[in-house]
């Protein structure tokens, strides 16, 4: 009795070998999958650098606003200081020209005394009394005006700087929460996208796995259909053999 030995044709071969070929190693999916990893891992670290750059940004805005103070509160005081020295100056020239107005108010009236004779002499000399005390009420009035003045430009100085100073406190304050806020925001944002990321390598890697499978049972499966088919055909042949 011989025996028949079943050889497995070359294109079943090469069907086995185009499967091997294709197939996804474990070690090709997890690589994948550190990979996709290691990107997110890079987004987030750039994203903290950005929102470590933003709150520098708000930090040095913060600096300038309390520069801006200091040289408000600086200029305030200089303009206060010259407005007084202004006040003073002003108190001296007036008070220059009173007594220049006093002295020529008295010597016309001297010329209109002499002129209007003895009989005249009297009205001169009360007119003369009237207009000292009309020049000393007028410095008075006008010392006070000045002082007053002086007084109310120091005090709006003083209520303008007070008013910038809490205006640049504000902008500083308003841009340091906005700069929290963008960073919590941005973090956020990247926790999700990284959750994102890492939900989608994992279908993947699982869809990848559900076709190399699916690949493999059909190529076994025409594997087993093709020895079936061999197997019937060598019994077919042996038994032709026999009958004849």
Excluded: H
Aim: no cysteine; aromatic share 0%.
């Amino acid at each position: 009795m011989s025996t028949t030995t079943v050889t497995m044709p070359p294109f079943m071969k090469a069907m086995g070998n185009l499967a091997k070929e294709y197939k996804v190693s474990a070690k090709v999916s997890k690589e994948k999958k550190a990979a996709k990893a290691k990107r997110a891992k890079i987004i987030k670290q750039l994203r903290a650098k950005e929102a470590k750059e933003e709150a520098k940004v708000a930090k040095e805005v913060a600096k300038l606003a309390a520069i801006a103070k200091k040289e408000s509160d600086k200029q305030a005081k200089i303009d206060a200081k010259e407005a007084a020295k202004q006040a003073k100056i002003d108190e001296k020239a007036a008070a220059k020209q009173a007594k220049i107005d006093e002295k020529a108010a008295a010597k016309q009236a001297k010329i209109d005394a002499k002129e209007a004779a003895k009989a005249l002499a009297k009205e001169l000399k009360e007119a003369e009394k009237a207009a000292k005390k009309e020049a000393k009420a007028a410095e008075k009035a006008l010392t006070k005006a000045l002082a007053k003045e002086a007084k109310d430009a120091e005090k709006a100085a003083k209520k303008e700087a007070k008013d910038a100073e809490k205006a640049l406190a504000k902008k500083a304050k308003d841009a340091e929460k906005a700069a929290a806020k963008q960073a919590k925001e941005i973090e956020k944002a990247d926790a999700k996208a990284i959750k994102a990321i890492e939900k989608a390598a994992a279908k993947e890697a699982k869809a990848l796995e559900k076709t190399a499978l699916k690949k493999e049972a059909k190529t076994k499966a025409v594997t087993e259909a093709r020895e079936r088919e061999d197997l019937v055909e060598t019994i077919v042949n042996r038994l032709s053999g026999e009958v004849a």
